[in-house]
Nanobody, 116 residues
Framework: QVQLVESGGGLVQPGGSLRLSCVAS????????MGWYRQAPGKQRELVAR???????NYADSVKGRFTISRDNAKNTVYLQMTSLKPEDTAVYYC??????????WGQGTQVTVSS
């Protein structure tokens, strides 16, 4: 049973924008901390953005000011709005559900390619 389903990836030119979506089951969305990670070719998977309790958020330094994580509780959906995209943002982006720093679920991933 698929628990997290991402969508919204694609090819975009440098400076462009994309919005990723992750739909979770109601149980997961209500219990776990949601976030986004990414993995570029030949690199380790890294945190992009996550909710950190009490409505606060954490962002990787490389995306601060450009990416925004948000959620729609009625739709059990978490979003990642990405603006001013750079070629170095190219990666597979994964939705993540965790308790603290312990991952419980990963989505299947969605490819984001930033290229002219």
């Amino acid at each position: 049973q698929v628990q997290l389903v991402e969508s919204g990836g694609g090819l975009v030119q440098p400076g462009g924008s994309l919005r990723l979506s992750c739909v979770a089951s109601r149980t997961i969305f209500s219990i776990y901390t949601m976030g986004w990670y990414r993995q570029a070719p030949g690199k380790q998977r890294e945190l992009v953005a996550r909710f950190a309790g009490s409505g606060s958020t954490n962002y990787a330094d490389s995306v601060k000011g450009r990416f925004t994580i948000s959620r729609d509780n009625a739709k059990n959906t978490v979003y990642l709005q990405m603006t001013s995209l750079k070629p170095e943002d190219t990666a597979v982006y994964y939705c993540n559900a965790a308790i603290g720093t312990i991952t419980a679920f990963w989505g299947q991933g969605t490819q984001v390619t930033v290229s002219s």
